[in-house]
């Protein structure tokens, strides 16, 4: 009687679908884990956040002649939270000196710079940063505008 071998073609293949299907059964979960841990907290809680303007600003722009200017009215978002629990305070404090680092930031721009309609994004952002610069009791989140004019 001829011996039976144990590893055969056919438990081989067994073997080997067995252990694709774990691999990629524990990839999967992994990846799904980390998925949902993600959106979990994406950026402050919406019912939090708060507000403060900086008021409305008429600004010369760098341009030659100094015939070009924009009128712009920014508005602070943060969040209301542990970090930011000074913050309101602060930027009450601060208002004139947050006006004078945005006049600062904006009395670099060309009209180039300022008036096509993705350069709001990236003011907004440049005056973020440059006002957080300024602030020791917080951050704030987002720059908003209600004014945003330019001659």
Do not use: C, W
């Not at 030659?64 to 209301?80: C, H, I, K, Q, S």
């Not at 973020?128 to 989140?141: A, C, F, M, P, T």
């Amino acid at each position: 009687m001829p011996k039976k071998k144990f590893f055969t073609v056919k438990t081989l293949l067994i073997i080997l679908i067995i252990l694709l299907l774990a691999v990629f059964g524990a990839g999967g979960y992994i990846y799904l884990k980390s998925t949902n841990n993600d959106n979990k907290k994406t950026g402050p809680d919406p019912n939090k956040l708060m507000t403060f303007s900086i008021g409305s600003l008429l600004v010369n722009l760098a341009d030659p002649g100094g015939a070009n200017f924009m009128r712009l009215t920014p508005v602070l978002e943060y969040e209301d939270n542990k970090q930011n629990k000074k913050l309101a305070e602060e930027l009450t404090k601060k208002k004139y000196v947050l006006q004078d680092a945005i006049i600062r930031v904006i009395r670099t721009k060309k009209i180039a710079d300022v008036q096509p309609p993705q350069s709001i994004d990236k003011i907004a952002v440049e005056l973020k940063n440059e006002v957080n610069k300024n602030l020791h009791e917080g951050q704030i989140y987002r720059v908003y505008f209600t004014e945003y004019l330019t001659q």
